[in-house]
């Protein structure tokens, strides 16, 4: 398996384990992480002037991101808990191109990095505009969500250039 690479989530009978980060040293781990979604321009106006019914669209999609990041090791089977030190939830308006971009940042010090925590609390936070404005515009998409940056750990600094 030299040559391979090893996917340290599953043992050596390809059986799925949480991998043991007991005897890894605790460092400040950081990841951010972006998304966007793409609606018609009335939806945007619709959010960005307050009219969608159900309230502040982009308020509950910051706590719905935060929460989502905190409860991430009980949707994602392998993810360990965490004690989260940060999370932030950042909107970007691109009224040109109709879109909301979402980036969280998700900070720890501990055992195990916070990748997984950062693309939930984006992914919530898409899904969770998704639903709010559902009923005026179901051909929303939700896209573009990655890790862009993170820092921390045995790995270092990673920088997705995309």
Known sequence: ????????????NGKAIMVDVSEKEDTVRIAIAKGKVSMKKQTLAFIENGKIGKGDVL??????????????????????PLMLSKCSVDFYIDKEKSQIHIETTVKTTGKTGVEMEALTAVSAAGLTIYD?????????VIEDIHLAKKTGGKSGIFINER
Do not use: Q
């Not at 398996?1 to 050596?12: C, G, Q, V």
């Not at 308020?59 to 089977?77: L, N």
């Open 59 to 80: 308020g509950v999609a910051r706590i719905a991101s935060i929460m989502a990041a905190k409860k991430t090791y009980e949707i994602i089977p392998m993810c360990h």
């Open 1 to 12: 398996m030299d040559n391979e690479l090893k996917l340290n989530h599953f043992d050596e």
């Open 132 to 140: 709010m404005c559902k009923a005026i515009d179901k051909e929303m």
